[in-house]
């Protein structure tokens, strides 16, 4: 189970940490990331981490902006967004898969687990 949190209303320019809390899986073992999805658009890859070198992919729209931290310890991955933009309003869902891949596309189309989301609004 994937438990989101940490989402909220920000102005534009602002920073966010979203968490994923993880039970049942152990950050660590395989692919983990984020999605989001705003209102009558596609449900967008936004930062994923494909590897346990660790190596991360982050969409675009975000690079340079948004990171991937996970903490073992507490079995949470992050997501630190900074400088959001208005476009980053959006549902952001946590997902988890139970292996590493050596890509993040096989990555993305392997992940199993999808928490319910949590709301970001930038204005």
């Known amino acids: 189970q994937l438990v989101e949190s940490g989402g909220g209303s920000v102005q534009t320019g602002g920073s966010l940490r979203l968490s994923c809390a993880a039970s049942?899986?152990?950050?660590?073992?395989?692919?983990m990331g984020w999605f989001r999805q705003a209102p009558g658009k596609e449900r967008e890859g936004v930062a994923a981490i494909y590897t346990g070198a660790p190596n991360t992919y982050f969409g675009d729209s975000v690079k340079g902006r948004f990171t991937i931290p996970q903490d073992d310890a507490r079995n949470t991955v992050y997501l630190q967004m900074n400088n959001l933009k208005p476009e980053g309003t959006a549902l952001y869902f946590c997902?988890?898969?139970?292996?590493?891949?050596?890509?993040?596309?096989?990555?993305?189309?392997?992940?199993?687990?999808w928490g319910r989301g949590t709301q970001v609004t930038v204005s």
């Open positions: 049942g899986y152990t950050i660590g073992t395989g692919c």
């Open positions: 997902v988890a898969g139970r292996d590493y891949y050596s890509d993040y596309a096989t990555c993305r189309d392997n992940f199993g687990s």
